[in-house]
């Protein structure tokens, strides 16, 4: 088994950061998680953590500043997350010593591949050991290949529009866990999204019917007032 990384993440949205904590744990990370700049100051301070992924926007102390601090007294690798439209913040954020960007929505498995590709290059202690990229997730019968971007059920293939695999990924990457529905509006729409947000029941709609197709049609749990949850059956 690898040596776990510990990561400092610091988001000042509560469902987005717990949705993120989920996947990042189920890709074997440890995570931290901080509200706000003054909060993750002190705690990077407490955990000496092995990377931090660093909002931009961020209460109390912006995460430029944050970037700013850590650099004075360590060289431990920083991503900056910027929503969409303020890269140039994310630039900045470059120019302060951070390691990578990254802009908000992204994928899942683009954030980790960026997290294990600055650790890779800091070199040295457990950062070496985390080289694993699954490219499929496998839950309940149903496997997702993300580089073929495909989806099979039981063995059968399952045509998937973009928006609908986007879906699928990120409630099979927080398997028996509720995802509330604001982040996953955020994470397959965007957070500047301003639609009507039935738009992601409609979805989740045809998505239940073309698994259904398959034999698997309830593995797609609604938690009322909350969100919806991928089932771990077996």
Known sequence: MPA???VLV??????????????LRREGFRVHPAADGVQALEMF???????VLLDVMLPKM????VCREVRKTSAVPIIMVSAKGSEIDAVLGLEMGADDYVTKPYRLRELVARMRAVLRRQGGGPAELVVEDDQTIEVSGIVLDLGRHEVRVGGAPVHLPLKEFELLEHLMDNAGRVVPRGSLIDVVWGHDYVGDTKTL???????RKRLGEQGS?????????????FERSG
Do not use: C, M, Q, W
């Not at 610091?10 to 996947?23: C, K, S, T, Y």
């Not at 301070?45 to 990377?51: F, G, H, K, V």
């Not at 029941?201 to 998505?207: A, G, N, P, T």
């Not at 049609?217 to 949850?229: A, C, F, K, S, W």
């Open 4 to 6: 776990e990384i510990d």
């Open 10 to 23: 610091v988001d000042d949205e509560p469902a987005f950061l717990e949705a993120l904590e989920a996947g």
């Open 45 to 51: 301070e407490s955990l000496n953590p092995d990377l």
């Open 62 to 65: 912006s995460g430029l500043d």
């Open 201 to 207: 029941d409609v979805h989740i709609k045809r998505l």
């Open 217 to 229: 049609n309830e593995l797609i749990t609604t938690v009322r007032g909350v969100g919806y949850r």
